[in-house]
């Protein structure tokens, strides 16, 4: 059963029209996670829209049709298992959804299948590139790259080592090391190599897709870390008491400890102790990094917390910045950021409004390199280091401490504006 196997949030990155949504429906339907009359149905609706061959894609995209139906799937999240794993496959269709479905929410994701095609005047292009340096930005750290549309390259082993040559440098300017990672030599549409073994290229002896995300290493619990567990949610249940719930980011926590909870209401924490811990109705003695849990504190009431405050062990409690420094991708804004500009930040369960004070540094978005000191604004497509105010209180930790605790989301007007992560900060002085 799906429960018993390790789970890892598997994200699906690479330019438009490279094949992203046709992998994985063919992913899905070969390894059969998908059933024969769902697809005959999809191959029929291809054929009546007048998009014979586009019976993979609807795999992903009929969701699209279903959400407008008023059915409820998330547009972009489909499960998948194979003899090894639990997957959540996240189809990025494109910058939007790809960062909202990428940061914001739990599907923060493990690893990722960049598909670059091999067709000639294809290989890597813009969006290839924003998207490894996304991938990287925001801490993907293991990559698989599925060199795709082989039959229209004639399952040519030259233009296959042309492309992962191309590739292999603009991962290495990023900060990848090409030599961990696989490239499979795939087809999706025809089903070369994507789960079963491919006739047409015997110069090819590599995994197949299916082989290759079966050796992605499983996401390590971050229990070695200090704990962090932000609140979704506080209740108040009688005969029991206050009973925040939460997913814990890093650390464990067990009953009986000290928790500090931060910033709270008064903006000093507030501390309390774990009398129970609860998981899907089953009293735990501990809970760790991944698990939801409704715990019940002794000393809380209800309305010192809410929801985006952060629970920490009092010997080491959770970091609550007045100022921080973050590198953020813009991706999605009607015109540009400037200094003064105060949208929200989606970080853990905290939405926070915060000022941009200073714009640093511009970054060449593909490699990192700063490209202006000081500039005056910002737009999309660009990288930058801006220094950051919170309007009110709001816990935050340096990537290079608690990357779980560091990534967020900017949004704006119901649009995802530009993703980062926190890089340095000042801590408030409790």
């Known amino acids: 059963m799906a429960k018993d196997k390790i789970h890892i949030n598997l994200v699906f990155i690479g330019h438009v029209d490279h094949g992203k949504s046709t992998t994985v429906g063919r ?25 014979a061959g586009f019976e993979f894609a609807f795999v992903m995209d009929n ?46 994701a493990d690893a990722a ?32 790259i599925a060199i795709n549309k082989m039959d229209m390259a004639k399952y040519d082993q030259k233009r ?23 490239f499979v030599a795939m087809a999706s549409f025809p089903g070369d190599n994507v789960v079963k073994k491919s006739e047409n ?47 814990v980011e890093t650390g464990v926590v067990k009953v009986g400890d000290k928790i500090i909870a931060v910033p709270a209401r008064e903006g000093k924490g507030v501390v309390g102790e774990v009398k129970t811990i609860e998981m899907h109705h089953e009293q735990l003695q501990k809970a760790e990094p991944g698990d939801n849990i409704g715990f019940n504190v002794r000393g809380i009431e209800k309305k010192q917390i809410a929801r985006g ?74 990288a930058a280091v801006i220094k950051v105010k919170p309007i009110q209180p709001l816990v935050i930790e340096k990537n290079s401490d608690i990357p779980q605790m560091a990534r967020f989301a900017i949004r704006d007007s119901g649009t995802t504006v530009a993703a980062g992560m926190c890089i340095d900060l000042v801590k408030k002085s409790m």
Not at 173 to 182: C, M, S
Not at 218 to 245: C, M
Not at 365 to 374: C, F, K, L, R, S
Request: aromatic share 6%; charged share 20%.
């Open 201 to 247: 290229m015997p110069w090819y002896s590599g995994p197949t897709l299916l082989e290759a995300i079966n050796t992605l290493a499983a996401p390590e619990k971050p229990t070695q870390l200090p704990l962090r567990l932000p609140i979704q949610d506080v209740y108040s249940i009688t005969g029991i008491g206050v009973v925040p719930v939460g997913k």
């Open 309 to 382: 405050d952060v629970f920490g062990h009092v010997d080491n409690a959770p970091t609550v910045a007045t100022e921080f420094t973050a590198r953020i991708v813009v991706l999605n804004h009607p015109t540009v950021l400037t200094v003064g500009y105060t949208p929200v930040f989606h970080i853990h369960t905290a939405q926070v409004a915060c000022q941009i004070m200073a714009i640093e540094k511009k970054l060449n978005p593909a490699t990192g390199e700063v490209v202006q000191e000081n500039p005056d604004f910002i737009k999309n497509g660009d």
């Open 63 to 108: 969701l699209k049709e279903e959400r407008e139906r008023g059915v409820t799937i998330d547009l972009a999240h489909k499960k998948f298992e194979t003899e090894k794993y639990y997957f959540t496959i996240i189809d990025a269709p494109g910058h939007k959804d790809f960062i909202k479905n990428m940061i914001t929410g739990a599907s923060q």
């Open 27 to 51: 992913l899905m339907y070969d390894s059969g996670n998908i059933d024969e009359q769902t697809m005959r149905k999809l191959r029929d609706l291809a054929k009546e829209l007048g998009k």
């Open 160 to 182: 296959f080592d042309q492309v992962k040559a191309e590739v292999s440098t603009l991962l290495k300017t990023v900060g990848y090391n090409p030599e961990k990672i696989q």
């Open 113 to 144: 299948v960049l598909v670059v095609s091999a067709n000639i005047g294809d290989g890597i292009q813009a969006q290839t590139k924003e998207h490894v340096f996304l991938a990287r930005t925001l801490g993907v750290g293991q990559l698989i």
